[in-house]
């Protein structure tokens, strides 16, 4: 009886620390995300998971999709080192940062960035395109600023989350310009080990997306526990730069505490998942897909997509 009251007791304090419970590897892994908490059920038995690989040949084109658009004024947040992941999160009471258009039919609003790298320059992002991996992803998530009041509530609901992939290529000796990443690049002292948590003020959103308005879009779920399936993924045709130098700032970040550092951050990689019957669309028009919106296309003009030779040693994903 006394053993029941304990555990009575604890639940509670159980329930409000699962985000400390999970892990990439090991029994608390991605594998065992599912089993370790009922509410996490779809991290096992879900048809609509992410990430994914993007497979050129079965890319669809959507003359239907348009840009995406996203505001441009700066906001403050803090970024931090939760153990598993680096995180930066909006602080409350800022000016909402909106991110509309493409295939979204409500208006979602900015709240969270999630960070992802390997131990090497090629095999740090989550999704890979014709799997071909890239050293490091940086994940935008918003919530349906219409119809929830943040992401905790959004994410639980269909079309309650978007999330945008922004692929990250190392290119040492290029001309660097001064943008969102940068800034938080240059706060990772403050975040080595876990717990650790600085604010970065005044980022621009916007400044860290890569210049293009091409795109392939998909539904999906949120990497992380309890992957939740209702996500929109906006997969941008276009990766941003940084410098060797900048990605071992993040290769520096620590598992563990100063007295228990434990293995390096990074390798917070979730397996890929299957596509299953999804489609994944794209607004890249190729020249014989360039065509009025009123007008129909002829399905013998329609070409396939092929990815460029390692992105071309250049900037685009896709030809």
Avoid at 287 to 301: A, F, G, M, R
Wanted: net charge neutral; with cysteine; charged share 20%.
């Amino acid at each position: 009886m006394n053993l029941l009251i304990c555990l009575l007791t604890l639940l509670p304090m159980i329930r409000a620390n699962w985000d400390h419970w999970w892990t990439y590897d090991g029994i608390s892994g991605p594998a065992y995300w599912g089993l370790i908490n009922p509410a996490w059920t779809m991290c096992n038995k879900g048809r609509r998971q992410s990430p994914i690989n993007i497979d050129t040949s079965f890319l669809v084109y959507d003359n239907t999709l348009s840009s995406v658009l996203v505001d441009k004024q700066p906001i403050n947040g803090r970024i931090t080192n939760t153990g598993q992941s680096l995180v930066y999160r909006v602080e409350e009471g800022q000016l909402a940062i909106n991110i509309t258009g493409g295939p979204l039919a409500y208006k979602y609003q900015f709240q969270e960035i999630y960070f992802h790298w390997g131990d090497s320059d090629k095999s740090g992002s989550e999704h890979t395109v014709n799997h071909n991996q890239f050293a490091a992803e940086l994940q935008i998530y918003g919530f349906n600023a219409q119809l929830y009041s943040n992401l905790s509530v959004a994410k639980e609901f269909p079309g309650g989350v978007v999330a945008l992939s922004v692929l990250i290529h190392i290119k040492d000796g290029f001309k660097k310009e001064k943008s969102g990443l940068e800034d938080i690049i240059s706060h990772l002292s403050g975040v080595i080990y876990r717990g650790g948590s600085t604010k970065v003020g005044a980022l621009s959103l916007a400044s860290i997306l890569p210049r293009t308005n091409e795109y392939i879009t998909y539904e999906g779920s949120t990497t992380f526990p309890g992957c939740w399936e209702t996500t929109t993924w906006i997969v941008y045709n276009r990766p941003i730069y940084i410098s060797k130098h900048d990605l071992e700032q993040f290769q520096r970040l620590k598992q563990g505490d100063r007295l228990q550092e434990k293995a390096p951050l990074g390798n917070n990689l979730r397996p890929q998942q299957p596509l299953n019957s999804r489609g994944l669309r794209t607004n890249i028009a190729l020249d014989s897909q360039k065509v009025e919106k009123s007008e129909c296309l002829d399905p013998s003009t329609i070409m396939k997509y092929e990815s460029s030779s390692w992105i071309n040693k250049h900037s685009t994903l896709l030809n």
